[in-house]
């Protein structure tokens, strides 16, 4: 179930990462959620996925690439 809920939030995120490594974009934006930071009972992978996300975008951006992560509240 983990790697379920895991996989089907960073995989997509982790391709285009891949695919799009370049400074031609303006805007490279990933929405995450809140439970990233604050969790929720039964939540662990969900949140986990969103940490990953929010990270990511610190990974691009410490490559010097553009990147957003929007964590819905």
Do not use: H, M, P
């Not at 997509?12 to 370049?22: M, Q, R, S």
């Not at 939540?43 to 929010?54: E, P």
């Not at 410490?62 to 929007?70: C, F, P, W």
């Amino acid at each position: 179930d983990i790697a379920e809920v895991f996989g089907a939030k960073t995989a997509g995120a982790t391709l285009l990462d891949e695919l799009i490594d370049g400074d031609g974009l303006d805007a490279f934006v990933l929405f995450s959620s809140n439970s990233g930071v604050w969790g929720g009972g039964g939540q662990g992978a969900y949140a986990a996925a969103n940490a990953y996300l929010d990270a990511l975008a610190e990974a691009r951006r410490a490559r010097g690439l553009t990147a957003t992560s929007v964590a819905w509240g």
